[in-house]
Every structure is written in structure tokens, then in C-alpha cells.
């Protein structure tokens, strides 16, 4: 089961990136930061607790352009 965002969003300020085994999320750069699950073919339950540390990790790796590194580590 995936978890969504509980009100519906505008698509301005967001970036959308990929990361390799987890799927395509969208994550909002102004608070408060939420990834939301664009594709559910590797998808996995996430804690509540976990939803916006994992938002911060996303938004961090794709404006500090890190995810052609991360693809290497892989």
C-alpha cells in the first residue's frame, strides 16, 4: 500500500525526479515537503515518520544534481 498526499496539489514549484529501484516521485520544494508516488511498480509502505525526511532526500539529491552519483553507487 502507498500512501498519497490527503489534498490535492498544484504542480507549480515541484520537481519531479527518478530514482533508480524506487519508482518516479514529486516532491514539493516549500514546506511542508511531501514525495508523492507517481509509479507503483516497486512501490513499499512508507512510516508516516519517514514521508518527509524522504522528501527532503529527493529534493536535496535533484537540486544538488547528486542523482547521476547515486546511479553509479547502484
Given at each position: ?18 530514482v ?27 512510516a ?24 553509479q553507487?547502484?
Amino acid at each position: 500500500m502507498t500512501r498519497f498526499v490527503r489534498k490535492p496539489v498544484e504542480m507549480k514549484n515541484w520537481n519531479a525526479l527518478t530514482v533508480l529501484c524506487a519508482g518516479n516521485f514529486l516532491v514539493s520544494k516549500e514546506p511542508p515537503h511531501c514525495p508523492i508516488l507517481l509509479d507503483f511498480e516497486l512501490s513499499k509502505k512508507l512510516a508516516t515518520t519517514m514521508e518527509q525526511p524522504l522528501a527532503k532526500t529527493f529534493l536535496a539529491t535533484a537540486e544538488t544534481k547528486m542523482l547521476p552519483f547515486y546511479r553509479q553507487q547502484t
